[in-house]
Protein backbone atom coordinates (compact mmCIF):
# COMPACT_ATOMS: atom_id res chain seq x y z
CA UNK A 1 0.00 0.00 0.00
CA UNK A 2 1.38 3.52 -0.99
CA UNK A 3 1.73 5.64 2.02
CA UNK A 4 1.04 9.44 1.29
CA UNK A 5 0.52 12.71 3.12
CA UNK A 6 -3.14 11.59 3.16
CA UNK A 7 -2.15 8.38 4.86
CA UNK A 8 -0.42 9.42 7.80
CA UNK A 9 -1.26 12.02 9.90
CA UNK A 10 1.91 12.43 12.41
CA UNK A 11 1.12 14.25 15.70
CA UNK A 12 4.33 15.46 16.56
CA UNK A 13 4.87 14.77 20.38
CA UNK A 14 8.20 16.00 21.57
CA UNK A 15 10.04 14.19 24.40
CA UNK A 16 10.04 17.21 26.50
CA UNK A 17 5.46 17.44 26.26
CA UNK A 18 6.30 13.99 27.89
CA UNK A 19 8.42 15.41 30.40
CA UNK A 20 6.26 17.85 30.51
CA UNK A 21 3.26 16.18 31.39
CA UNK A 22 4.75 13.82 33.69
CA UNK A 23 5.74 16.70 36.08
CA UNK A 24 2.03 17.89 36.02
CA UNK A 25 1.21 14.04 37.21
CA UNK A 26 1.33 13.58 40.60
CA UNK A 27 3.43 10.61 42.45
CA UNK A 28 6.11 8.60 40.36
CA UNK A 29 5.14 7.09 36.93
CA UNK A 30 7.54 3.88 36.76
CA UNK A 31 8.00 4.51 33.32
CA UNK A 32 11.15 6.30 31.32
CA UNK A 33 10.12 8.87 29.12
CA UNK A 34 11.27 7.43 25.36
CA UNK A 35 9.41 3.99 26.81
CA UNK A 36 6.31 5.63 26.59
CA UNK A 37 6.78 7.91 23.36
CA UNK A 38 7.46 4.03 21.85
CA UNK A 39 4.31 2.79 23.45
CA UNK A 40 2.67 6.49 22.40
CA UNK A 41 3.52 5.85 18.89
CA UNK A 42 2.73 2.38 18.31
CA UNK A 43 -0.80 3.17 20.18
CA UNK A 44 -1.85 5.92 18.01
CA UNK A 45 -0.79 4.11 14.88
CA UNK A 46 -2.50 1.34 15.82
CA UNK A 47 -5.85 4.08 16.83
CA UNK A 48 -5.59 5.63 13.18
CA UNK A 49 -5.62 1.70 11.43
CA UNK A 50 -9.12 1.55 13.63
CA UNK A 51 -10.36 4.40 13.01
CA UNK A 52 -9.69 4.13 9.09
CA UNK A 53 -11.33 1.11 8.82
CA UNK A 54 -14.69 2.20 11.39
CA UNK A 55 -15.46 5.34 9.90
CA UNK A 56 -17.25 5.20 6.49
CA UNK A 57 -18.20 7.88 3.99
CA UNK A 58 -21.47 8.29 4.73
CA UNK A 59 -20.03 9.22 8.19
CA UNK A 60 -17.78 12.25 6.79
CA UNK A 61 -19.39 13.03 3.82
CA UNK A 62 -21.05 16.44 2.06
CA UNK A 63 -24.50 15.35 1.57
CA UNK A 64 -25.69 19.05 -0.53
CA UNK A 65 -23.92 18.22 -3.38
CA UNK A 66 -23.29 21.32 -5.75
CA UNK A 67 -23.78 19.83 -9.39
CA UNK A 68 -24.10 20.48 -12.98
CA UNK A 69 -25.88 18.65 -15.41
CA UNK A 70 -24.56 17.14 -18.77
CA UNK A 71 -25.67 19.75 -21.05
CA UNK A 72 -24.74 22.80 -18.55
CA UNK A 73 -22.79 25.59 -20.52
CA UNK A 74 -19.27 25.68 -19.36
CA UNK A 75 -19.42 28.98 -19.08
CA UNK A 76 -22.19 27.93 -16.26
CA UNK A 77 -20.02 25.39 -14.58
CA UNK A 78 -17.42 27.84 -14.27
CA UNK A 79 -20.09 30.27 -12.56
CA UNK A 80 -20.81 27.55 -10.12
CA UNK A 81 -17.36 27.10 -9.23
CA UNK A 82 -16.49 30.31 -8.83
CA UNK A 83 -19.78 31.10 -6.56
CA UNK A 84 -19.24 28.47 -4.45
CA UNK A 85 -14.72 28.25 -4.58
CA UNK A 86 -14.56 25.07 -5.07
CA UNK A 87 -12.40 23.42 -7.48
CA UNK A 88 -14.48 20.53 -9.26
CA UNK A 89 -17.86 19.17 -9.05
CA UNK A 90 -20.02 15.89 -10.28
CA UNK A 91 -21.75 15.71 -13.57
CA UNK A 92 -25.26 14.35 -13.15
CA UNK A 93 -28.20 13.14 -15.76
CA UNK A 94 -31.76 14.15 -14.69
CA UNK A 95 -32.41 11.26 -12.52
CA UNK A 96 -28.98 12.10 -10.52
CA UNK A 97 -27.27 9.48 -11.56
CA UNK A 98 -23.60 10.62 -11.81
CA UNK A 99 -21.89 10.65 -14.96
CA UNK A 100 -18.96 12.24 -14.81
CA UNK A 101 -16.80 15.06 -12.91
CA UNK A 102 -15.52 18.33 -14.26
CA UNK A 103 -12.56 19.72 -12.39
CA UNK A 104 -10.04 22.71 -12.83
CA UNK A 105 -8.24 19.98 -14.17
CA UNK A 106 -10.19 19.40 -17.34
CA UNK A 107 -10.46 22.83 -18.30
CA UNK A 108 -6.90 23.40 -18.29
CA UNK A 109 -6.36 20.54 -20.20
CA UNK A 110 -8.76 21.83 -23.03
CA UNK A 111 -6.85 25.25 -22.87
CA UNK A 112 -3.78 23.53 -23.31
CA UNK A 113 -4.60 21.63 -26.22
CA UNK A 114 -5.14 18.40 -24.29
CA UNK A 115 -1.53 18.64 -22.90
CA UNK A 116 -0.65 18.28 -19.93
CA UNK A 117 -2.40 20.95 -17.95
CA UNK A 118 -0.79 23.92 -16.71
CA UNK A 119 -1.91 27.19 -15.79
CA UNK A 120 0.84 29.50 -16.77
CA UNK A 121 1.16 27.29 -20.04
CA UNK A 122 -2.58 29.11 -20.40
CA UNK A 123 -1.27 32.58 -18.89
CA UNK A 124 1.88 32.59 -21.31
CA UNK A 125 -0.77 32.03 -24.42
CA UNK A 126 -2.73 34.64 -23.09
CA UNK A 127 0.29 36.92 -23.36
CA UNK A 128 0.77 36.03 -26.43
CA UNK A 129 -1.86 36.03 -28.55
CA UNK A 130 -3.63 38.81 -26.52
CA UNK A 131 -6.92 37.13 -26.39
CA UNK A 132 -7.88 34.22 -24.22
CA UNK A 133 -8.07 30.80 -25.02
CA UNK A 134 -11.39 30.10 -23.13
CA UNK A 135 -12.97 32.46 -25.58
CA UNK A 136 -13.84 29.19 -28.08
CA UNK A 137 -15.69 27.41 -24.87
CA UNK A 138 -18.25 29.21 -25.05
CA UNK A 139 -20.54 26.51 -26.72
CA UNK A 140 -19.27 23.63 -25.28
CA UNK A 141 -20.99 21.84 -22.13
CA UNK A 142 -20.23 20.11 -19.35
CA UNK A 143 -20.74 16.82 -21.35
CA UNK A 144 -17.71 17.98 -23.50
CA UNK A 145 -14.67 18.20 -20.88
CA UNK A 146 -16.03 15.99 -18.38
CA UNK A 147 -13.77 13.15 -17.01
CA UNK A 148 -15.87 10.35 -17.72
CA UNK A 149 -16.75 7.80 -16.43
CA UNK A 150 -15.88 8.80 -13.18
CA UNK A 151 -14.65 6.91 -9.97
CA UNK A 152 -17.06 6.68 -7.28
CA UNK A 153 -17.92 5.21 -4.29
CA UNK A 154 -20.57 3.49 -2.21
CA UNK A 155 -21.12 5.02 1.78
CA UNK A 156 -20.16 2.00 3.86
CA UNK A 157 -16.49 2.31 1.82
CA UNK A 158 -14.24 2.50 4.88
CA UNK A 159 -12.10 5.64 5.01
CA UNK A 160 -8.94 4.10 4.48
CA UNK A 161 -10.25 2.35 0.93
CA UNK A 162 -11.09 6.52 0.00
CA UNK A 163 -7.23 8.04 0.88
CA UNK A 164 -5.86 5.12 -0.90
CA UNK A 165 -7.84 5.58 -3.72
CA UNK A 166 -7.37 9.55 -3.76
CA UNK A 167 -3.61 8.44 -3.60
CA UNK A 168 -3.62 6.00 -6.01
CA UNK A 169 -5.80 7.75 -8.65
CA UNK A 170 -4.63 10.96 -7.96
CA UNK A 171 -8.27 12.54 -7.64
CA UNK A 172 -9.12 15.45 -5.53
CA UNK A 173 -12.75 14.42 -5.14
CA UNK A 174 -15.38 11.14 -5.43
CA UNK A 175 -18.74 10.99 -5.59
CA UNK A 176 -20.49 8.68 -3.33
CA UNK A 177 -23.56 6.89 -4.87
CA UNK A 178 -26.05 4.26 -3.15
CA UNK A 179 -27.12 1.22 -4.79
CA UNK A 180 -29.57 2.64 -7.26
CA UNK A 181 -26.13 4.86 -8.82
CA UNK A 182 -28.10 8.23 -7.66
CA UNK A 183 -25.55 10.80 -5.90
CA UNK A 184 -25.97 11.18 -1.97
CA UNK A 185 -23.24 12.88 -1.12
CA UNK A 186 -19.39 14.01 -2.18
CA UNK A 187 -15.94 13.72 -0.09
CA UNK A 188 -12.96 15.95 -0.86
CA UNK A 189 -9.46 15.48 -0.01
CA UNK A 190 -9.69 18.19 2.80
CA UNK A 191 -12.55 16.10 4.43
CA UNK A 192 -10.39 12.96 4.90
CA UNK A 193 -7.29 14.60 5.99
CA UNK A 194 -9.80 16.83 8.35
CA UNK A 195 -11.26 13.51 9.64
CA UNK A 196 -7.61 12.22 10.29
CA UNK A 197 -6.19 14.81 11.52
CA UNK B 1 -15.60 7.84 52.35
CA UNK B 2 -13.20 8.98 49.05
CA UNK B 3 -10.50 7.75 51.27
CA UNK B 4 -12.11 4.26 50.52
CA UNK B 5 -13.05 4.58 47.35
CA UNK B 6 -9.65 5.39 46.31
CA UNK B 7 -8.90 1.67 46.81
CA UNK B 8 -10.85 0.24 44.65
CA UNK B 9 -8.36 0.03 41.73
CA UNK B 10 -10.06 -0.34 38.26
CA UNK B 11 -6.76 0.54 36.33
CA UNK B 12 -5.67 -1.92 33.40
CA UNK B 13 -3.20 -4.36 34.23
CA UNK B 14 -0.20 -4.21 32.06
CA UNK B 15 0.45 -7.58 29.64
CA UNK B 16 2.96 -10.34 30.21
CA UNK B 17 6.17 -11.28 28.73
CA UNK B 18 7.14 -13.68 26.13
CA UNK B 19 9.27 -16.81 27.10
CA UNK B 20 12.21 -15.08 25.39
CA UNK B 21 11.79 -12.47 28.19
CA UNK B 22 11.64 -14.67 30.69
CA UNK B 23 14.84 -16.95 29.68
CA UNK B 24 16.45 -13.93 29.45
CA UNK B 25 15.67 -12.94 33.07
CA UNK B 26 16.41 -16.15 34.47
CA UNK B 27 19.89 -16.40 32.87
CA UNK B 28 21.55 -12.74 33.83
CA UNK B 29 19.93 -13.62 37.46
CA UNK B 30 21.53 -16.58 37.73
CA UNK B 31 24.98 -15.50 36.27
CA UNK B 32 24.39 -12.16 38.27
CA UNK B 33 23.78 -13.46 41.69
CA UNK B 34 26.46 -16.43 40.95
CA UNK B 35 29.63 -14.58 41.24
CA UNK B 36 28.81 -12.41 44.41
CA UNK B 37 27.40 -15.82 45.93
CA UNK B 38 30.40 -17.68 45.20
CA UNK B 39 32.90 -14.84 46.93
CA UNK B 40 30.54 -15.12 50.04
CA UNK B 41 30.26 -19.24 50.31
CA UNK B 42 33.86 -20.42 48.36
CA UNK B 43 36.59 -17.93 48.17
CA UNK B 44 36.30 -15.63 51.25
CA UNK B 45 34.00 -17.49 53.66
CA UNK B 46 35.13 -17.67 57.48
CA UNK B 47 36.67 -13.97 57.23
CA UNK B 48 34.78 -11.32 58.96
CA UNK B 49 33.67 -9.66 55.94
CA UNK B 50 30.12 -9.80 54.05
CA UNK B 51 29.67 -10.37 50.28
CA UNK B 52 26.41 -10.80 49.60
CA UNK B 53 23.23 -9.42 51.21
CA UNK B 54 19.46 -10.39 50.59
CA UNK B 55 19.00 -6.85 48.45
CA UNK B 56 20.85 -8.24 45.66
CA UNK B 57 17.76 -10.96 45.32
CA UNK B 58 15.69 -7.63 44.81
CA UNK B 59 17.93 -5.73 42.62
CA UNK B 60 18.47 -8.55 40.33
CA UNK B 61 14.43 -8.72 39.73
CA UNK B 62 15.64 -5.02 38.36
CA UNK B 63 17.79 -5.24 36.83
CA UNK B 64 17.60 -9.02 34.79
CA UNK B 65 13.66 -8.83 34.88
CA UNK B 66 12.47 -5.69 34.16
CA UNK B 67 15.46 -3.69 32.72
CA UNK B 68 13.13 -1.22 30.91
CA UNK B 69 11.95 0.31 34.16
CA UNK B 70 13.45 3.69 35.16
CA UNK B 71 13.89 1.87 38.86
CA UNK B 72 16.32 -0.80 37.28
CA UNK B 73 18.84 1.77 35.88
CA UNK B 74 22.56 1.96 36.53
CA UNK B 75 22.40 5.30 38.06
CA UNK B 76 19.39 3.87 40.48
CA UNK B 77 21.23 0.48 41.46
CA UNK B 78 24.08 1.96 42.05
CA UNK B 79 23.19 5.02 44.02
CA UNK B 80 19.99 3.85 45.58
CA UNK B 81 22.24 0.91 47.28
CA UNK B 82 24.55 3.60 48.27
CA UNK B 83 22.72 6.03 49.65
CA UNK B 84 20.14 3.62 51.44
CA UNK B 85 23.43 1.82 53.02
CA UNK B 86 25.19 5.27 53.99
CA UNK B 87 21.31 6.41 55.61
CA UNK B 88 20.83 2.57 56.82
CA UNK B 89 23.98 2.62 58.72
CA UNK B 90 23.91 6.66 60.49
CA UNK B 91 20.75 5.08 61.34
CA UNK B 92 21.40 1.95 63.34
CA UNK B 93 24.62 4.25 65.28
CA UNK B 94 21.96 6.26 66.04
CA UNK B 95 19.50 4.67 67.06
CA UNK B 96 20.54 0.98 67.92
CA UNK B 97 18.73 1.14 71.29
CA UNK B 98 15.35 0.96 70.00
CA UNK B 99 15.72 -1.70 66.64
CA UNK B 100 12.64 -0.97 65.82
CA UNK B 101 12.67 2.86 65.92
CA UNK B 102 16.11 2.66 63.89
CA UNK B 103 14.54 0.29 60.91
CA UNK B 104 11.40 2.54 60.34
CA UNK B 105 13.64 5.86 60.30
CA UNK B 106 16.27 3.96 58.05
CA UNK B 107 14.18 2.69 55.33
CA UNK B 108 11.70 6.05 55.14
CA UNK B 109 14.59 8.56 55.21
CA UNK B 110 16.12 6.30 52.34
CA UNK B 111 12.89 6.07 50.32
CA UNK B 112 12.86 10.35 50.64
CA UNK B 113 17.10 10.79 50.46
CA UNK B 114 16.39 7.73 46.55
CA UNK B 115 13.28 10.18 45.81
CA UNK B 116 15.19 13.65 46.10
CA UNK B 117 18.46 12.27 44.22
CA UNK B 118 16.53 10.24 41.94
CA UNK B 119 17.90 7.31 42.82
CA UNK B 120 15.04 5.46 43.93
CA UNK B 121 15.37 1.75 43.75
CA UNK B 122 13.74 -0.61 45.90
CA UNK B 123 15.95 -2.92 47.36
CA UNK B 124 17.59 -0.06 48.73
CA UNK B 125 15.05 0.18 50.94
CA UNK B 126 16.02 -3.57 52.10
CA UNK B 127 20.28 -2.52 52.41
CA UNK B 128 19.21 0.24 54.51
CA UNK B 129 16.81 -2.25 56.66
CA UNK B 130 19.93 -5.21 56.68
CA UNK B 131 22.32 -2.61 58.08
CA UNK B 132 19.70 -1.77 61.15
CA UNK B 133 18.59 -5.95 61.20
CA UNK B 134 22.20 -7.24 61.06
CA UNK B 135 23.46 -9.69 61.59
CA UNK B 136 26.06 -9.16 64.17
CA UNK B 137 28.64 -9.13 61.12
CA UNK B 138 27.09 -6.38 59.74
CA UNK B 139 26.93 -4.45 62.56
CA UNK B 140 30.69 -4.34 63.18
CA UNK B 141 31.56 -3.92 60.04
CA UNK B 142 30.02 -0.32 60.31
CA UNK B 143 30.63 2.14 56.86
CA UNK B 144 32.72 -0.20 55.16
CA UNK B 145 29.42 -2.12 54.66
CA UNK B 146 28.81 0.70 52.12
CA UNK B 147 31.79 -0.72 49.89
CA UNK B 148 31.87 -3.94 51.05
CA UNK B 149 28.95 -5.70 50.29
CA UNK B 150 27.24 -2.70 48.80
CA UNK B 151 29.03 -1.17 46.60
CA UNK B 152 31.36 -4.36 45.53
CA UNK B 153 28.45 -6.57 44.81
CA UNK B 154 26.29 -3.82 43.12
CA UNK B 155 29.18 -3.38 40.95
CA UNK B 156 29.74 -6.63 40.16
CA UNK B 157 26.01 -7.53 39.49
CA UNK B 158 26.12 -4.01 37.11
CA UNK B 159 28.91 -5.49 34.77
CA UNK B 160 26.73 -8.82 33.96
CA UNK B 161 23.68 -6.71 33.68
CA UNK B 162 25.44 -4.37 30.82
CA UNK B 163 26.91 -8.16 29.18
CA UNK B 164 23.83 -10.01 29.32
CA UNK B 165 21.11 -8.32 28.64
CA UNK B 166 22.99 -6.08 25.35
CA UNK B 167 23.45 -9.74 24.53
CA UNK B 168 19.72 -10.51 24.39
CA UNK B 169 19.13 -9.10 20.65
CA UNK B 170 15.40 -7.94 22.02
CA UNK B 171 17.13 -6.03 24.68
CA UNK B 172 18.92 -2.61 25.15
CA UNK B 173 20.93 -2.09 28.91
CA UNK B 174 20.44 0.85 29.92
CA UNK B 175 17.88 3.25 28.92
CA UNK B 176 20.16 5.66 30.35
CA UNK B 177 23.18 6.43 32.74
CA UNK B 178 22.02 9.85 33.80
Not at chain 2, 114 to 128: I, W
Request: net charge neutral.
Amino acid sequence: MKFSSLNECTLPISDEDIVQAMKQIPGYLDITPSDFMEVYLVAFGQAMSRLKKAITADQIMTRTVITVTENASLMEVAKKMADNKISGLPVVKDDQTVTGVISEKDFLKRMNDDHAPSFMRVVLQCLETAGCIAANFKNLTAADIMSSPCITIQPHTPLMEIATLMDQKNINRVPVIDDRLKLVGIIARSDIVQTMC
Amino acid sequence: MLFFSKMKGGGQSPPGVGLSEIAWSWVGALLGIAPVAFLHYNLFSGDDFVYIIGSFGASAVLIYGAVRSPLAQPRNLVGGHIISAIIGVIAYKLFYPCPWFASSIAVATAIAAMHTTKTLHPPGGATALIAVIGSEKIHDLGFLYVLLPVGAGVLIMLVVALIVNNLATSRKYPEFWF
